[in-house]
Nanobody
Framework: VQLQASGGGSVQAGGSLKLSCKVI????????MDWYRQAPGKEREMVAT???????NYADSVKGRFTISRDNARRTVYLQMNSLKPEDTGFYFC???????WGQGTLVTVSS
């Protein structure tokens, strides 16, 4: 199983980024998907989740700013991030729910 995350980069506060994570080697459509992030020196935290049928949940810190979506045909989960803040800085990982699979993540850096 491969989890290919992309779309990270460096932006100024208030900017936007869209992350993508393509899942290879598993039946993507039957798994709920999560985005997690890990800031330097901090524990990994859940950012957003999307169920098989599309129900979404978000951490309070990103509600109203981030949107998770999925494209089963492309086996890809997305994270649209708007109004970015410096505290959003960190590595972002996608994660199929109820599995032990984690990719290398993609780095997001937000400067003030």
């Amino acid at each position: 199983v491969q989890l290919q995350a992309s779309g990270g980069g460096s932006v100024q506060a208030g900017g936007s980024l869209k992350l993508s994570c393509k899942v290879i080697g598993m039946n993507f459509s039957i798994f709920g998907m999560d985005w997690y992030r890990q800031a330097p020196g901090k524990e990994r935290e859940m950012v957003a989740t999307i169920a098989v049928r599309g129900t979404q949940n978000y951490a309070d810190s990103v509600k109203g700013r981030f949107t998770i979506s999925r494209d089963n045909a492309r086996r890809t989960v997305y994270l649209q991030m708007n109004s970015l803040k410096p505290e959003d800085t960190g590595f972002y990982f996608c994660h199929p729910q109820s599995t032990a699979y984690w990719g290398q993540g993609t780095l997001v850096t937000v400067s003030s």
